[in-house]
Nanobody, 129 residues
Framework: QLQLVESGGGLVQPGGSLRLSCAASGFTLASKTITWFRQAPGREREGVSC????????KSVDSVKGRFTLSRDNAKNTVYLQMNSLKPEDTAVYYC??????????????????????WGQGTQVTVSS
């Protein structure tokens, strides 16, 4: 079965850290661009961070710049989102999505710009004291 599996979410106090993992099953992530999206209740889905297939391009939404870092380990077929200095407004369900694009240095935070052939089930991140 071709799927992405997220893990690493949980409850953390403001200022704390979490590392989310996105592991691929049944296919390789090495040739895919990966984007982490999040969605909070009553809010639109938002692209948080992305990384190109080559790993040379990463992008983050302004609200997480300097706090979130995206990396990939192709040997483990896994992408990681390190989240530091977490804020209550980071509370959401986080999803990873993979897409195969011609340009190995391309990634996008915009949902409408990808086909997103692969999605994970989501992992809840709650930032609260």
């Amino acid at each position: 079965q071709l799927q992405l599996v997220e893990s690493g979410g949980g409850l953390v106090q403001p200022g704390g850290s979490l590392r989310l993992s996105c592991a691929a099953s049944g296919f390789t992530l090495a040739s895919k661009t990966i984007t982490w999206f999040r969605q909070a209740p009553g809010r639109e889905r938002e692209g948080v961070s992305c990384i190109s297939a080559s790993g040379l391009t990463t992008k983050s939404v302004d609200s997480v710049k300097g706090r979130f870092t995206l990396s990939r380990d192709n040997a483990k077929n896994t992408v990681y989102l390190q989240m530091n200095s977490l804020k209550p407004e980071d509370t959401a369900v986080y999803y990873c999505a993979a897409d195969r694009v011609p340009d190995p240095d391309f990634c996008t935070l915009l949902f409408r710009f990808g086909k997103w052939n692969y999605w994970g089930q989501g992992t809840q991140v709650t930032v609260s004291s």
